[in-house]
């Protein structure tokens, strides 16, 4: 058993991976501004790590073994794009310089598929499909670009220090109560994201199942010590989230997809998890066609 510290532990994916590193046998810190931590955590701490000194002080306090950072404004324009970047930023940078200062061994960030660039106003489409980490970043809004600055800022410290730092890229995130009709993050339900296809379009259909990508996070975090320092990986479900095959569904959506959508037949998904079952052995366990017909 070890101390693992996470961040935004309240949160839609906070809260899967509390559960998953606590039945695990780890004993878990959880931190978050707002309630919502689950019972499971040993520790559930309200504090705000935008301040320099509270991060600090949290680091210090409880000497983790591991930090996973998810703590965010999670949803693009929620608030002022200035509010949005500075305190994403800060946060990551926050994070980061505290572990690295008191030692931690490993630190795993949250980023995002959005990095990527999709939804611009101007236009947008993929360089190649399925989607890779080598795939180029274009942000265009305070949300992904805070996300580019937080992958960059944990490359900085990878070069910096002995910790073992990496980035996972989490998709489009569902937390089981999503699967029984409660609101996505964007404020639809899932089933409308499958029944109008304008909505999950736009992301190209990703998603996530938040117990997978917990699962992922948890796989990742043990194998710090073995990776390469500064590792970004994507986490996605095995399937899209549409009922049609992107072939037919992504150049309705996204003009000019044609040639890169063809070779997605069938239920493959536009972003690649090879990285993460090539060097982590990690594969998704949930679809959403399981998980509606339970929750029905």
Not at 207 to 225: C, F, G
Not at 238 to 251: Q, S
Not at 260 to 278: D, I, V, Y
């Amino acid at each position: 058993m070890s101390r693992v510290l996470v961040t935004g532990s309240a949160g839609r994916l906070g809260r899967s991976v509390v559960s998953t590193l606590a039945a695990a046998g780890h004993e878990v810190i959880g931190v978050d501004r707002v309630p919502g931590t689950p019972p499971e955590a040993a520790v559930a701490l309200p504090a705000d790590l935008t301040d320099t000194g509270e991060a600090f002080e949290v680091i210090a306090r409880f000497r983790p073994e591991s930090v996973i950072h998810l703590a965010a404004i999670a949803t693009p324009f929620s608030f002022p794009e200035s509010v949005i970047y500075k305190v994403n930023t800060q946060l990551a940078f926050n994070v980061c310089e505290a572990s690295v200062a008191f030692g931690v061994p490993g630190v795993v960030v949250a980023s995002s598929p959005t990095v990527i660039g999709y939804g611009a106003p101007g236009g947008w489409a993929p360089a190649y499909l399925p989607i890779d980490e080598e795939h180029p970043v274009r942000p265009w809004n305070a949300y992904n670009l805070s996300k580019v600055v937080a992958e960059q800022t944990m490359k900085a410290f990878a070069v910096a220090g002995t910790t073992k730092l990496a980035a996972v890229r989490p998709c489009f995130v569902i937390p089981p109560e999503e699967w029984a009709g409660a609101p996505t993050q964007s404020g639809h339900t899932v089933r409308e994201r499958l029944d109008r296809p304008e909505l999950g379009g736009v992301s190209l259909f990703n998603y996530i199942d938040a117990r997978d990508a917990a699962d992922m996070i948890a796989v990742l975090s043990e194998a710090l010590p073995e990776l390469p320092n500064g590792e970004v990986f994507f986490a996605g479900a095995a399937d899209a989230l549409a009922r049609k095959p992107l072939a037919d569904l992504l150049p309705q959506v996204i003009p000019g997809t044609e040639p890169f959508a063809a070779g997605l037949t069938g239920t493959t998904p536009a972003f690649s998890t090879t990285k993460a079952e090539r060097l982590l052995g990690w594969q998704p366990k949930r679809s959403w066609r399981d998980e509606l017909k339970e929750a029905s």
